[in-house]
């Protein structure tokens, strides 16, 4: 089946502006995720859902950042007054229902966010 | 603290030649999982084993093979007979039990010549 898609899959915007990220996951997931790559680094979460709701926000920088999923499938991470430092790209995961039995995440493609 | 390092930032092999990428982690949790996967250039993660905690088990896949030592906290990847195709950028990534986050190393560049 299809795999976790992501759009765009290139975004430039000017400091200052806002953005909006989507996510769509692998059918049946109920569990998505948001990680942010920079240049040279791993993946670092930002936040976790289980179905609708945010599970654990705890990596989100600043209120800036924010994500929503309110039909516990598609979801949008927006960032408001974007800064030259949230250039990085954007990674979408998503799994099996996370809380029993620990399933892999798979993430999609990403979106490559530049602020200039 | 959890953290996850990949001390090797970069390897290059010629093909054929078996390599080792390393991974030691760092955690108090009894219960946590140990992931690996594989970046390609063409950039999207792909999953490549999950190991838990209590099972200490060496596992082989084709030519990878995984082997965890909770006594030295690593968790190594080797290669065998590496081909083109393997050149990518690795990671290795820790889940605590109690959370659903993945905490990863900073990536072994892998490149393989021809």
């Known amino acids: 089946g299809a795999g976790v898609s992501q759009t765009p899959s290139n975004k430039v915007t000017e400091k200052g502006k806002y953005v909006e990220l989507r996510c769509d996951p692998i059918?049946?997931?109920?569990?998505l995720y948001w990680y942010r790559q920079s240049l040279g680094q791993g993946p670092e979460f930002l936040i976790y859902?289980?179905?609708?709701?945010?599970?654990?926000d705890s990596g989100l920088p600043n209120d800036r950042f924010f994500a929503v999923r309110p039909e516990g499938s598609v979801s949008t991470l927006k960032i408001q007054r974007t800064e030259r430092g949230d250039s990085a790209v954007y990674l979408c995961a998503s799994s099996f229902d996370s809380t029993g039995e620990v399933h892999e995440q798979y993430f999609g493609p990403g979106t490559r966010l530049t602020v200039t | 603290a959890q953290k996850v390092t990949q001390a090797q930032t970069e390897i290059s092999v010629v093909e054929k030649e078996d390599v080792t990428l390393d991974c030691v982690y760092e955690?108090?949790?009894?219960?946590?999982?140990l992931f690996w996967y594989k970046q390609p250039p063409s950039g999207e993660l792909v999953f490549l084993i999950r190991?838990?905690?209590?099972?200490?088990q060496n596992e082989i896949s084709g030519r990878y093979s995984w082997n965890f030592q909770k006594s030295t906290s690593s968790f190594n990847f080797t290669i065998t007979a590496s081909q083109v195709v393997d050149s990518a950028v690795y990671f290795c990534?820790?889940?605590?039990?109690?959370?659903?986050?993945?905490?990863f190393g900073t990536g072994t560049l892998l490149a393989v010549q021809p």
């Open positions: 859902f289980q179905g609708t709701g945010a599970a654990d």
């Open positions: 955690t108090r949790d009894t219960t946590y999982y």
């Open positions: 990534a820790l889940r605590r039990g109690a959370t659903n986050k993945l905490i």
């Open positions: 190991r838990n905690s209590f099972d200490e």
């Open positions: 059918s049946g997931h109920t569990a």
